[in-house]
């Protein structure tokens, strides 16, 4: 397989959207129609939906995992599900549309290369579809699907849909979504399977791809191959109790390329010391590689002794990052405990971990208007600009540049509960 193949062979997505816009039953639907549903789960689905009243089998159930879920209709939880096709796997995010689970819903999208955004098609383009397109932007998800759902409810009428595509491309230029993403949209209706997976018989007049035809095709391509290199190490490996006398001298460096790629001969620097040194051997397991990319866990060997440990970082020397103890970012709010200066907390970006205090809160983000609003403290499912000052630096790369080195989370010091995720300005 090639390094292109390796990259897109795995494709990870959500969906989002009001209430009742049909996310449960539209994911439902895609693994229904694409058979990877086990036959007993099946059967049990198929029970449920009988004692419900339901003359056909309710699809939303296939994702509504928890019990609470079942019995009120509504998705809670973040659920999971994983399928695959002749052409690649998927892993599926059904992230809940209550405003309450917005911590829920930007967990489930700060790994996702896809966001599909349901609309229903006889309410239109509403303030929780802006919501979470705002947040589908805020953490950096490259492509965007809106799916109009429930044609069936409104005839299929080709007019009502044209006129939600248009308020929506308005609303994307409003807060420069379509800057840098790709936004595709597909009439649908998960109900009856209309343009999920085949094309149906009731949306003639459309003759762009299904759904499914959309996800065979997007690359998930924020995965940072074409990116600077990063290899936060997270361990040194010094194999002393070994009757190999090579070993003695072995002094491996082991970690996952976050970003771009590394080759045998390659002359690197170390943060925050700024040692430098070249690549003597790249390892991955017990095969020696001449060259390693992104998303690969490998153990780099340099010609130089020089002191690494858990935490620094190794870049190429011909790059420019620079070590910093502020950070100013956009942070999600995920505990029930309001943030607050008076409390320790540590930041934990890449292997690194770090001290911090509170410097000060910018603004925070009105989500139903998306003005700012100043305010003393964050408290759970709040969205806001904030400013720390860490005791260790850490290389740091905006987040709109790279993902994975410009995303922390913020660990309460005194409960060591994660509490909030930040990314980087």
């Known amino acids: 397989m090639s390094q292109q193949n390796i990259q897109d062979s795995l494709l990870r997505f959500m969906t989002c959207g009001s209430v009742d816009d049909g996310k449960s039953t539209l994911i439902g639907r895609l693994l229904f129609d694409t058979k990877t549903i086990l036959t007993d789960t099946l059967t049990q689905i198929e029970k449920t939906s009988k004692k419900r009243g339901m003359a056909a089998i309710d699809l939303s159930l296939i994702t509504d995992g928890l019990q609470a879920e079942r019995e009120q209709g509504i998705t809670i939880d973040v659920a999971y599900r994983y399928f695959s096709t002749g052409k690649r796997k998927y892993i599926i995010a059904d992230a809940p549309g209550h405003e309450q ?7 489930a999208a700060s790994t996702a290369h896809l966001a599909i955004i349901l609309i229903d098609a006889r309410k239109g383009v509403l303030t929780q579809t802006r919501r979470h397109s705002f947040l589908a932007k805020l953490v950096g998800i490259p492509h ?26 308005k609303f994307a230029k409003e807060i420069k979504l379509s800057e840098s993403r790709t936004i595709e949209f597909v009439p649908m209706s998960a109900l009856n399977g209309d343009m999920i997976v085949a094309r149906g018989e009731s949306i003639h007049w459309y003759q762009g791809p299904t759904l499914l035809d959309i996800l065979e095709k997007t690359t998930a391509d924020y995965a940072g191959k074409d990116k600077n290199f990063r290899f936060p190490v997270q361990f040194v490996c010094r194999p002393h109790a070994s009757d190999d006398h090579q070993l003695h001298d072995f002094r491996g460096f082991m970690g996952r390329v976050e970003s771009g790629s590394i080759s045998v001969g390659d002359e690197i620097t170390v943060l925050p010391s700024r040692y430098k040194s070249k690549v003597k051997s790249i390892q991955l397991g017990d095969i020696t590689l001449n060259k390693a990319i992104s998303e690969q866990s490998v153990t780099i060997l340099l010609e130089d002794e020089i002191d690494i440990s858990r935490g620094d970082m190794i870049i190429k020397s011909n790059d420019a990052i620079e070590p910093t103890k502020n950070i100013n970012a956009m942070v999600c709010w995920l505990s029930e405990t309001a943030m607050a200066s008076s409390r320790a907390y540590l930041i934990r970006h890449t292997s690194r971990e770090s001290k911090a205090k509170l410097d000060k809160i910018d603004f925070k983000v009105n989500i139903e208007t998306l003005g700012h609003e100043i305010i003393p403290n964050l408290n759970m499912n709040d969205i806001a600009q904030v400013t720390f000052k860490l005791a260790q630096p850490i290389m740091m790369d905006a987040y709109q540049d790279n993902r994975s080195t410009g995303a922390f989370i913020i660990i309460d010091e005194s409960t060591y509960h994660t509490v909030g995720a930040g990314m980087i300005d």
């Open 101 to 107: 689970y917005t911590r829920n819903m930007v967990t």
């Open 144 to 169: 965007i699907v809106v799916a109009i759902n429930k044609m069936d409810l409104i005839d299929y009428d080709e007019n009502q849909y044209k006129s939600i595509c248009e308020d929506y491309e």
